[in-house]
Antibody, heavy 122, light 111 residues
Framework: EVQLLESGGGLVQPGGSLRLSCVVS????????MTWVRQAPGKGLQWVSG????????YYADSMKGRFIISRDNSKNTLFLQMNSLRVEDTATYYC???????????????WGQGTRVTVSS | QSVLTQSPSVSGAPGQRVTISCGGS?????????VHWYQQLPGTAPKLLIY???NRPSGVPDRFSGSKSGTSASLAITGLQTEDEADYYC???????????FGGGTKVTVL
């Protein structure tokens, strides 16, 4: 059974940093791209960042570029999201998701974690 | 403002058929990128419902079906049930943004 478990969320002040983790099990982690998706309170889903299975290619939504860093440790079946220079508008539940690929950029989020809540507030 | 356009809400009585549309453009659906659909029940994480326009993961009832027309995609729910009350999101890739995008979501209410 595929399982994804996020952690690391919490309350942080504007301008602060937070590191999210997502520990996975039930599949060969290094064979799959992974992604982070967030959802602000009462709002829709927003793609945040993605990473290839080997970790050598990363992708970011424009508003996260230069502030967020996605990485992975395939030896520990763990995905990370380092979030710096946090803003009030980054307040959201952050989900990690296992990606399956139909064609080169045709990614879809096959399995999702339960999410971890990040609140940016003074 | 979402790149993929969804109507905010649809409703139907139990047993009826409802459709949810997802409007795109030449940089996403029109460029040949597939559309995928997710269901988010209240208070839970999203769940994959349809991938590649038409395909259902195992365990998803065949009451859910997807289709494509030009630069749009649709999700149909036939034989609507109370447990289908949820938010539904479409998702694709946008070459202009060089990233993956979601629709704004459609809330399905069972009357």
């Amino acid at each position: 059974e595929v399982q994804l478990l996020e952690s690391g969320g919490g309350l942080v002040q504007p301008g602060g940093s937070l590191r999210l983790s997502c520990v996975v099990s039930g599949f060969n982690f290094s064979n799959y791209a992974m992604t982070w998706v967030r959802q602000a309170p009462g709002k829709g889903l927003q793609w945040v960042s993605g990473i290839s299975g080997r970790g050598d290619t990363t992708y970011y939504a424009d508003s996260m570029k230069g502030r967020f860093i996605i990485s992975r440790d395939n030896s520990k079946n763990t995905l990370f999201l380092q979030m710096n220079s946090l803003r009030v508008e980054d307040t959201a539940t952050y989900y990690c998701a296992k990606v399956d690929v139909l064609r080169y950029f045709d990614w879809f989020m096959e399995n999702w974690g339960q999410g971890t809540r990040v609140t940016v507030s003074s | 403002q979402s790149v993929l356009t969804q109507s905010p809400s649809v409703s139907g009585a139990p047993g009826q058929r409802v459709t949810i549309s997802c409007g795109g453009s030449s940089s996403n659906i029109g460029a040949g990128y597939d559309v995928h659909w997710y269901q988010q029940l209240p208070g839970t994480a999203p769940k994959l419902l349809i991938y590649g326009y038409y395909n259902r993961p195992s365990g998803v009832p065949d009451r859910f079906s997807g289709s494509k027309s030009g630069t749009s995609a649709s999700l149909a729910i036939t034989g609507l049930q109370t447990e289908d009350e949820a938010d539904y999101y479409c998702q694709s890739y946008d070459s202009g943004l060089s990233g993956w995008v979601f629709g704004g979501g459609t809330k399905v209410t069972v009357l």
